[in-house]
Every structure is written in C-alpha cells, then in structure tokens.
C-alpha cells in the first residue's frame, strides 16, 4: 500500500487540467516509476496524486504533414525505441532511451516524466537538447510550445505553470533531416544505472561528407541541467570532419561544462567524461553520417 | 487517512474476467496477492529494481510493485500460474529452471520465469549479451545467474525446434583426476 492522501484520475487532458487547477498541491503521476518511487522513499509521501496515465491520447509516436515528429509524453521507451518512425529518422534518440534502467522500466517510464523531472541525468534529454526538441505544454490558458533551451529551469524545476502538463514533445524537420547522431552514456553498471555522465551528439555533414556543416553537442550531468555545448559548436561549424576537429571539439567542450563533484563522481573524473565522451560521440556521428574519420 | 477512496477494478487474470474492490493506494502487487492468492506475485524491493514483482500486461513485461492497481482497469494480465497447464502441468521455461538448477532460494525465479517467457519468441536465437540485457531487470543474489542464464538460453533453443550448442567452457560436475591432479 503506498502513503498516498488522494488519488485523482485523469482520462482526459482537460480533465487533467481541471484537477490540477482544482488541487493545486498534487503531483502529477505519469508511468509512476520516478513517483511513486518516491512516495515509498518518504519524499512525496502523503500527497495527493493526479493520475494522467490512462490518457491515452497521449501515447504514440507519429509524424505530422509538415515532417515534424510528434512523441506523446506518455510514450513509454519500449514504444519509442521500437517505433517504426523513431528507428528510420531519430535513431540516436531509440537507442538512447533503450539505456534507461532496465526493460521492465523502460515499458513503464514516460518521455514525459523523464523530462519533467528535472532531472539532469536523465538518457532522453541530453539526446532531446542535441535534437533541439520543442515540448508542447497545455494549461489553463491553452497550448503553448517551449524550445527545449527555455524548458530546464533549474535542478528538478522545469518550464511548467500551474495546473499545466507536457503532453508531447515535437522534433521539427529542419532538426533531424540529414543529421546523425551517437549518445553515449557512461556508468558503473550496463543496467539499472544512472548515467555518471552522458553526451549526446548531432552531426551534419557537406554533400562531400568531409565538412562539418552543423554539429549540436548535448549532455546530461555536465552541469545542474541538461545543457548545450554551444562554443565547442561554433567553433567545429565549417571544419573538416577530422580527427582534429573531434579533438578540438574534446578541448572545447571544457569551456561549455561546469560538472560538480558528487557520490557518483569527482568533478575531474567528469570533466575527462566529458571531453573523452564528446569526441567519440562526434566519431561515432560522422562515421554514421557515411564521413571517414 | 480517514476518507479511504476505493475503487472496482476489472481486467483478466491469467485469461479469467476478475473484478475487485481496491483502495486505490494499492500497488498491483498488493491486489494479485491479496485479491486473487497470486502469491508468485513477489514482494522484493517494492521500488521497481528487482523484478520479482514482474507480471505480463498487454503483451509487456512491468514491475506490478511500482503499477497502480487501478491501473489495471481493461488490462490482460499474466503472472507465473498463468503458465501451468491446466492440471498444474510445469510449462517449458519452468521445467527448464528445475533441470538446470535455476532455483536457489526461489525468490527472483517467478520474475525471471515470466520474463524469459515474455522474451523468447518462437525461432528467435538471441546473444548471450542480447539475452543479458533482457533479462537485466531481474536481481538474483543466490545462484550468480550461470544456471539461470543455461536455462532460459535451453528453453530458446527448445522454442526454435534446434539442439542447444554444446559449450565449452562448461566445468564438469564430475571433474576426472589422474595422480591426485585435476584432468580438463
């Protein structure tokens, strides 16, 4: 039995939005496994939940007219990892959520609460900044759409009003289209880990495939919230797709991460994960992009 | 909590229509137990990391112990029992477990029977480090998973129609000796 004050059940996303506005205390439960987690932990023992997990509106990967690909927030990982969509265009974000816990996590956890925890180890999101997703948030006063960038507000706080709740996240075309991607995810363990600290890299190449023409370098636990590696980027932009340029890249993520010290791993450790994981990571992508590097 | 809230769930246990009045702080681990006397339905970490909690809903492997019962509404659940045949006959994944010595303490072994179930499909041979990670949300601290792992990987082959690889590096139980030295 789980210390729980009340239950609220949602089978719609007004109705979500209606007991949020109503019970302004409540969490909002999706797959549960973060939670409910924690109700057993102690920390949201005895609070009120509002349940979303039987909208299933919600679930599902689909690609809209205009090539956007649209990832309902309660697309567990099993759905996005084997989704037939995910597998032919974001194959990087497949195989990154395909490292969350382990398989009966992944058929339970959400995109969404894996991005509305906050939390900045999270597989999904260092992937989901490289991809500049954009999540679509509806309130009260309707639907609003916030770039990923405006989304992390701070440790376990993201861009989310009252009574408002993620309901999918959106990648534009112009984000996927002709672009590679590698996440790698460093751990003590292959299963059931946190990740110490992972990167996650785009690649775009010339029609050549010896230029570097876009690059976006995302990671998680590089710093309190998911981030970009923005002077590492405009420094590789227009480079030879090289060896010298994943070392430079290796070099100026440096600039871009403020990694801290903590149980998991010192600051130094993660700071060598960080250059030694972005340059692998950019390999991996141009190899995968058909460059030869 | 003086205002108990109750709800009554239906959904299909192991093919049969049940229905049950739960309160709705009840896990799905707490409802197969005690609802229905499905006590293959382990307790063990109740947070979701050693799978000894799994059950099969709508054709996925879930921990029931982080799974609201009222969740379960319209579901088509199976746990371990749902594998027997109808005079409590063993099925293959479990019979397999009992002539490898799969089993120590027997705590982890209806998860991991389920979860090898759900995994093998009919002709499809999988890696060992295929089969690894789909049986990785399962903890077992008596039998190091060696035996564990030539069960589900025997059950696979049987599944395939196909004989199960001889391997090599497998220590014999009788080890043969020559002038007081072990012989391999």
Same mark, same amino acid.
């Given at each position: 039995m789980y210390d729980i004050k009340a239950l609220y059940e949602a089978y719609s996303v007004e109705e979500a939005v209606r007991l949020l506005a109503a019970h302004p205390e409540a969490q909002i439960i999706a797959g549960g496994s973060d939670v409910l987690v924690q109700v057993r932990e102690g920390r949201r023992a005895g609070k009120e939940l509002v349940s979303i997990f039987m909208?299933?509106?919600?679930?599902?990967?689909?690609?809209?007219?205009?090539?956007?690909?649209?990832?309902?927030?309660?697309?567990?990982?099993?759905?996005?990892?084997?989704?037939?969509?995910?597998?032919?265009?974001?194959?990087?974000?497949?195989?990154?959520?395909?490292?969350?816990?382990?398989?009966?996590?992944?058929?339970?956890?959400?995109?969404?609460?894996?991005?509305?925890?906050?939390?900045?180890?999270?597989?999904?999101?260092?992937t989901l900044m490289a991809l500049d997703a954009v999540m679509e948030?509806?309130?009260?006063?309707?639907?609003?759409?916030?770039?990923?960038?405006?989304?992390?507000?701070?440790?376990?706080?993201?861009n989310l009003g009252p009574a408002e709740l993620q309901t999918a996240i959106l990648i534009r075309k112009e984000s996927y289209e002709g672009y590679k991607g590698h996440y790698i995810k460093y751990g003590m363990r292959n299963a059931m880990e946190i990740a110490t600290t992972g990167c996650s890299v785009n690649v775009k190449l010339s029609a050549d495939k010896k230029t570097v023409e876009d690059v976006r370098i995302g990671y998680g636990v590089a710093a309190?919230?998911?981030?970009?590696?923005?002077?590492a980027e405009a420094n590789a932009k227009g480079k030879p797709a090289d060896a010298e340029t994943a070392a430079a890249i290796g070099r100026d993520v440096l600039l871009d991460v403020t990694p801290r010290n903590s149980w998991r791993a010192s600051k130094d450790m993660r700071l060598h994960l960080c250059s030694t994981m972005a340059q692998r990571a950019f390999t991996e992508a141009v190899r995968k992009s058909g460059g030869e590097i | 909590m003086e205002d108990r809230q109750y709800k009554m769930v239906h959904?299909?246990?192991?093919?049969?229509?049940?229905?049950?009045?739960?309160?709705?702080?009840?896990?799905?681990?707490?409802?197969?137990?005690?609802?229905?006397?499905?006590?293959?339905?382990?307790?063990?970490?109740?947070?979701?990391?050693c799978g000894a909690c799994a059950v099969i809903i709508d054709g996925d492997c879930y921990d029931s112990c982080i799974y609201l019962a009222v969740w379960a509404e319209g579901k088509h659940i199976t746990t371990l029992e749902g594998l027997e045949g109808p005079n409590g006959e063993l099925s293959d994944i479990q019979q397999a477990f009992v002539d490898e010595t799969a089993i120590q303490c027997g705590f982890c072994s209806p =998860?991991?029977?389920?979860?090898?179930?759900? /995994?093998? %499909?009919?002709?499809?041979?999988?890696?060992?480090? *295929?089969?690894?990670?789909?049986?990785?949300?399962?903890?077992?601290?008596?039998? =190091?998973?060696?035996?564990?792992?030539?069960? /589900?990987? %025997?059950?696979?082959?049987?599944?395939?129609?196909? *004989?199960?690889?001889?391997?090599?590096?497998?220590?014999?139980?009788?080890v043969p000796i020559e002038d007081g030295k072990v012989v391999l």
């Open positions: 909208i299933d509106e919600l679930r599902g990967v689909t690609m809209e007219e205009d090539g956007t690909i649209r990832i309902g927030s309660l697309s567990s990982f099993h759905t996005i990892t084997y989704s037939p969509i995910i597998q032919e265009h974001l194959s990087v974000l497949g195989e990154a959520v395909d490292m969350v816990g382990g398989p009966q996590i992944r058929a339970i956890g959400t995109i969404g609460g894996n991005t509305c925890n906050g939390v900045t180890s999270a597989d999904s999101a260092s948030v509806i309130g009260p006063e309707g639907k609003r759409l916030v770039p990923i960038a405006d989304w992390y507000k701070g440790p376990k706080k993201v309190p919230v998911p981030i970009r590696a923005r002077t | 959904c299909y246990v192991n093919g049969k229509e049940r229905a049950a009045m739960v309160d709705v702080r009840s896990s799905l681990t707490d409802m197969l137990r005690n609802e229905f006397g499905l006590t293959s339905v382990k307790k063990g970490c109740e947070v979701g990391e =998860g991991f029977m389920l979860e090898a179930h759900h /995994v093998l %499909k009919p002709g499809v041979i999988y890696t060992d480090d *295929e089969l690894r990670k789909k049986l990785s949300g399962h903890l077992c601290r008596c039998t =190091g998973y060696e035996n564990i792992m030539r069960a /589900v990987k %025997k059950t696979m082959y049987q599944r395939a129609g196909m *004989e199960m690889p001889v391997e090599e590096d497998r220590i014999p139980l009788s």
